[in-house]
């Protein structure tokens, strides 16, 4: 992973479910693990491009470990990660703090570092729910119809929507700027 000069202070926590693989192209084998999948258009670039310039990335997501690592080596995006946290490790599911918590663990945060967090996802009740209860910043990924993309309440209006992967890339460079 390319290293920058110029230390990044935004960290990037990403869900993989139709924030990076579209998930209407699993493949699921007997045991209900994903062994093969599509990224969503641009999210590959999306997420080197993040990492080459110098930021934390981090994958908080639901679902199976070995599901994750198939389609991230498939793609050879697993190395881009700092850490991946997975709720069949932790056994709870976002909106859960714990989740949340253990991401910042891995990357070995504190309190004192959640202005810095930026949690992107394309489930509101999840992703966004999750993320505001944590304090996090949070940016809502719409570009599947899959998902609703109108909060029922407070607590899931992300502060940023994007429509693309490619989107994220200037929103996280902008929100980084704003904290050097």
Known sequence: MKETSKQKKIIVFLDC???IIDESTE?????????KAELIPGAGDMVRILAEK???????ADGNAQSFKNMMLD?????????????????????SPR???????????TESDISRIVMVGN???RDIAGANRMELTSIHLDWTSRYPKTPK??????????????ELIPLVDRLNEQLI
């Open 17 to 19: 479910g139709d924030t």
């Open 27 to 35: 493949i699921r084998d007997q045991d209900d693990i994903v062994v």
């Open 54 to 60: 110098g930021y934390r990335l981090c994958m908080v």
């Open 75 to 95: 793609h050879q995006l697993y190395d881009y990660f700092e850490a991946m946290i997975y709720s069949e490790n932790i056994k709870e599911l976002k909106p």
């Open 99 to 109: 989740m949340f918590k253990a991401a910042m663990g891995a990357l070995e945060l």
């Open 123 to 125: 489930n509101l009740s």
């Open 153 to 166: 309440n407070k607590e899931e209006t992300p502060d940023y929507t994007i429509h693309q992967p490619s």
